[in-house]
């Protein structure tokens, strides 16, 4: 049986770090729910539009190409076997 991995846990580095960073600016409440919605989905896809933007305005990582975007590839690391 196989362990489920959640975004959270394959969120990049500096998207936890801009994440982090926000909730000490005071931003905390919007970062809590962010963290609480990555730690419980387990696909991209999953996900709707306006929660993958609260999630860009609030890592202050920012998409390079609509595949970004439509894929997650800015966000979340490979899987890891």
Known sequence: MSKRIT???RLK???K???ELNA???YDFSTDIIVG????TQFYSDLTI???KSIIVFSDVKPKSVHDIKYGDFLL?????
């Open 7 to 9: 975004l959270y846990q």
């Open 13 to 15: 580095p500096e998207v």
């Open 17 to 19: 770090a801009g994440l």
């Open 24 to 26: 000490l600016k005071g």
């Open 37 to 40: 919605l990555l730690k419980s």
């Open 50 to 52: 306006d929660q993958v």
């Open 77 to 81: 690391k490979d899987y890891e076997d």
